[in-house]
C-alpha cells in the first residue's frame, strides 16, 4: 500500500520498519513481564533472541519450500551456472520470502532447546513467550497491509491497493485481511496477558495460543487472495499447517497428562 522509503541511499519497505518496532516492543515487553513475575529476565531476552533466529531461519525454509519444484529444477541442472555467486544470485528470491508458520515452529524450537540446555523451568518463559508470539505477529500483519506483500480477496469493501510488491495484487478493492489479523492477534495477547496476570493455565498459555491462532489461521485463509504459496486438495499450504498444529498440541496435552507430577514440573 505505501511505496518503500528510502534511508541513506537504501529502499526500506513498511513491513522492515513495522517488524523492527514489533520487535523492540515485545523484546520490551518480555523483560519488564519477566522482571515482574521473578523469572530472570536475561534469560528471558536470550530465549527471545533464540526464538527469534530460529523463526528468521524456519520462515525463509519454509518459503523456499513452498517452490520445491522449481528448486528441484535449479538444483538439476547446477552446471549452468559459471559461478557460486552467479547461483546465490539466482536462487535469492526463492528464500526471499518469509512464511509465518515456518517462523513459529522452528522458533520455538529453538527456545525450547536454549531452556532445555540451560535448565530453566520451560512453563514460566513459554508463559510469557506466548503472549510475545502474537504481539510481535500483530505488528508485523501492519506491515504486511502496508507493503502488500499478503493481500485479501476482492471485494467490495476493503482497500484499493496501488504498491503492492505482488503485481497481481495492485488496481483491485481487496479485504483488509492482514489489518484482520493484526486486530485478532493484539487482541489473543491480550486475552493471555489477562489469564498470565491471574495465574490461569500457568504453563499452558503456549498451547492455548496453538489452539487459538492455528483455528482463526484456518478461518480466515478463505479470505486471503495470495494463493502463490500452495493450494493443496482444496486447502492453502497455511491450513493444513493449522490443521497439523492442533493435532500435535493435543497429543502433547495429552501425553503431559500422563506424566507423573514431579515430571511435569520439570518440562
Not at 229 to 253: D, H, P
Request: hydrophobic share 50%.
Amino acid at each position: 500500500m505505501i511505496p518503500p522509503i528510502t534511508i541513506f541511499g537504501r529502499e526500506l519497505y513498511p513491513y522492515t520498519l513495522t517488524a523492527l518496532v514489533g520487535i523492540l516492543v515485545t523484546l520490551l515487553f518480555a523483560y519488564i513481564t519477566a522482571k515482574k513475575r521473578g523469572l530472570d529476565e536475561i534469560t528471558m531476552l536470550f530465549t527471545m533472541l533464540f526464538a527469534t533466529a530460529g523463526a528468521f531461519l524456519g520462515g525463509h525454509i519454509l518459503y523456499a519450500l513452498t517452490n520445491i519444484r522449481e528448486l528441484i529444477v535449479i538444483f538439476q541442472h547446477l552446471d549452468a551456472f559459471g559461478s557460486l555467486g552467479s547461483f546465490l544470485k539466482f536462487i535469492y528470491p526463492y528464500f526471499s520470502g518469509a512464511v509465518f508458520y515456518g517462523g513459529l515452529i522452528v522458533g520455538i524450537l529453538f527456545a525450547w532447546l536454549y531452556l532445555r540446555k540451560t535448565k530453566q523451568p520451560i512453563g514460566g518463559y513459554t508463559d510469557v513467550g506466548a503472549i510475545c508470539i502474537p504481539l510481535f505477529h500483530g505488528f508485523g500483519r501492519i506491515g504486511c497491509f502496508l507493503s502488500g506483500c499478503c493481500f485479501g480477496i476482492e471485494s467490495t469493501c476493503g482497500f484499493v491497493m496501488h504498491h503492492s510488491i505482488m503485481e497481481e495484487a495492485n488496481g483491485v478493492r481487496r479485504f483488509p485481511v492482514q489489518l484482520c489479523e493484526a486486530v485478532f492477534n493484539f487482541a489473543l495477547a491480550l486475552v493471555l496477558y489477562v489469564l498470565l496476570k491471574k495465574k490461569k493455565l500457568q504453563g499452558r498459555l503456549l498451547n492455548v495460543y496453538l489452539y487459538a491462532y492455528p483455528v482463526f489461521r484456518f478461518l480466515i485463509e478463505f479470505l486471503r487472495g495470495d494463493a502463490y504459496r500452495g493450494i493443496w486438495y482444496g486447502l492453502s499450504t497455511s491450513q493444513w499447517l493449522s490443521l497439523l498444529l492442533i493435532v500435535c498440541n493435543t497429543v502433547f496435552l495429552l501425553a503431559s497428562r500422563r506424566k507423573k507430577p514431579e515430571e511435569r514440573k520439570t518440562t
